[in-house]
C-alpha cells in the first residue's frame, strides 16, 4: 500500500513529530470552484489549519501516486487544468494505475487519509442524497464511505441542492453519527438552518473529539459528520438561495445532466445565478470549517 503513497516534506515531518493533521480534498478545488479564486482559497485554508495548530494536507492523485500534502506548483496544476478528473472512490485505482490527474471526493479522500493515518477531514460540503433519488438512484459515494472509513468530515452541512431529509435517514441506517457543531440544526450549506435536527449537539471542541475517540475504540468502524454552521455574515437569504437552487435543478433536469457531472452543474449553475454570491458564501464557510476542524484535531491529538 505504502508505495501508492507520497507525502509532502510538511507532512511527513508532522507525522514524525506526531503532530495533528488534517486532510482536505481536492474537488472542490478542481471542480467545485472557478479559477483562480480555488486555488487561493485552497492556500488560504491551509494557512488557517496551520495558524490554528495543525498541519494541512491536500489530498489529489498526480503521477501514479496518492498525493498526501501537495506543493504550491501542484495546487495550481489542481485548480488549472481541463484534465483533471473527479475521483470517487470507483475511480482510484483506474487513475493511479494509468497515472492520471485526479481530485479527490470527500469519498475518496477520506479513503486516502485513512491509509495515510489522518483522523480530520475537513471540506464545505458533502454529497448526499439527491433530490429525485427515489428514479434516479443519485445517492453519492461519500455516503457509504462515511459508514466504512474511520474519518470524520467537518462540512456545512447538507446543501439543499440535495435532499436533507433522505440524506440524514441514509445516514442514519448506515450508522453515521451527524453532529452539530454549536447548533441543534442541521445547517444547510448557504444558510445556518434546514428544516431537520441533528443526531447531538456538541459545543466545544473537546466534546467532539472525545465522541469520536470513543467511537473508534469501541471499534465502530466509520466517520461522523461534524456539521458547522456557515458564520451569520456569510449566509445567504433563504428565500434567495432556495429559488435559484430550484432553477438550477430545472436546467439539471433540461440539459440531462447525469452521474458525476450533477454535482458540479449545480454548483456552476447556481454560482452563475448569485453571480458570485455564492461562491463568497462558500469560500467563507470552507474557512470557518478549517478553524472549527484543526481545533478538534488538535483534541483528538492529545
Ligand atoms: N459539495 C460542495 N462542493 C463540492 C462538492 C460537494 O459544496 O465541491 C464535491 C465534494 O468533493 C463531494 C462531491 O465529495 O462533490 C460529491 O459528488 P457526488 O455527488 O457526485 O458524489
Ligand atoms: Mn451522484
Known amino acids: 500500500m505504502k508505495q501508492y503513497l507520497s507525502f509532502s516534506e510538511e507532512v511527513k515531518a508532522a507525522q514524525e513529530k506526531g503532530l495533528p493533521i488534517v486532510a482536505l480534498e481536492s474537488t472542490i478545488i478542481s471542480h467545485g470552484m472557478p479559477y483562480p479564486q ?4 485552497a492556500r488560504e485554508v491551509e494557512q488557517i489549519i496551520r495558524d490554528n495548530g495543525a498541519v494541512p494536507a491536500t489530498i489529489a492523485i ?3 501516486q496518492i498525493k498526501i500534502g501537495l506543493s504550491d506548483e501542484e495546487l ?3 485548480g488549472n487544468s481541463s484534465d483533471v478528473a473527479k475521483a470517487s472512490r470507483r475511480d482510484l485505482a483506474y487513475l493511479l494505475a494509468t497515472k492520471q490527474k485526479g481530485a479527490t471526493t470527500v469519498a475518496a479522500t477520506m479513503i486516502c487519509a485513512e491509509l495515510a493515518g489522518i483522523e480530520m477531514f475537513v471540506t464545505g460540503g458533502i454529497g448526499g442524497v439527491h433530490r429525485g433519488a427515489e428514479t434516479t438512484m443519485d445517492i453519492s459515494a461519500d455516503l457509504e464511505e462515511l459508514s466504512q472509513t474511520n474519518v470524520a468530515v467537518v462540512c456545512a452541512g447538507a446543501k439543499s441542492i440535495l435532499d436533507i431529509g433522505l440524506t440524514l435517514e441514509y445516514l442514519e441506517t448506515k450508522g453515521v453519527p451527524v453532529i452539530g457543531y454549536k447548533t441543534n440544526v442541521l445547517p444547510a450549506f ?3 438552518q434546514s428544516d431537520f435536527d441533528v443526531n447531538f449537539r456538541a459545543d466545544n471542541p473537546e466534546t467532539v473529539a472525545e465522541m469520536l475517540r470513543t467511537k473508534w475504540n469501541l471499534g465502530l468502524k466509520g466517520g461522523a459528520v461534524i456539521a458547522n454552521p456557515i458564520p451569520e455574515a456569510d449566509a445567504l437569504d433563504h428565500d434567495f438561495i432556495t429559488n435559484i437552487i430550484e432553477k438550477a435543478l430545472q436546467e439539471a433536469e433540461e440539459n440531462g445532466i447525469n452521474g458525476k457531472q ?3 452543474f449545480l454548483l456552476g449553475k447556481v454560482k452563475e445565478l448569485t453571480e458570485g ?3 463568497v458564501a462558500n469560500i467563507a464557510l470552507v474557512k470557518h470549517n ?3 476542524g484543526s481545533k478538534i484535531a488538535v483534541q483528538l491529538n492529545k
Open 38 to 41: 480555488n486555488v487561493i482559497t
Open 62 to 64: 498526480l503521477e501514479g
Open 76 to 78: 495550481e496544476v489542481l
Open 190 to 192: 448557504y444558510t445556518r
Open 262 to 264: 450533477v454535482t458540479p
Open 277 to 279: 454570491k455564492s461562491l
Open 290 to 292: 478549517a478553524v472549527v
